[in-house]
Nanobody, 116 residues
């Protein structure tokens, strides 16, 4: 069965950095696109970034030039390096795999809190 497990969240000051990890099981990791979304308190869940099997990346405008998504196919893990963090980045961050065998899959999320 598909399992996506996020880690790396925590509390950081404005301007600091965190690296999130998503360990994936139950998918064909070498061919799947994997991404990150986030949901702040009282807000809709929003797209953050994704990366294709070929290494093509997409970023939301709010995080472009500050966040970097990458993947390690040996470790079967996707990373989100977050630099220059702002209070507006505070959210629960979710790993997702879209359209794997006609379904979307989500992890349980990891909380990132950026203090001002």
């Amino acid at each position: 069965q598909v399992q996506l497990v996020e880690s790396g969240g925590g509390l950081v000051q404005t301007g600091g950095s965190l690296r999130l990890s998503c360990a994936a099981r139950g998918i064909n990791f070498s061919i799947n696109t994997i991404g990150w979304h986030r949901q702040a308190p009282g807000k809709q869940r929003e797209f953050v970034a994704n990366i294709s099997s070929g290494g093509n990346t997409n970023y939301a405008d709010a995080v472009k030039d500050r966040f970097t998504i990458s993947r390690d196919n040996v470790k079967r893990t996707v990373f989100l390096q977050m630099n220059s963090l702002k209070p507006e980045d505070t959210a629960v961050y979710y790993c997702n795999v879209p359209n794997w065998r006609s379904r979307d899959y989500w992890g349980r999320g990891t909380l990132v809190t950026v203090s001002s």
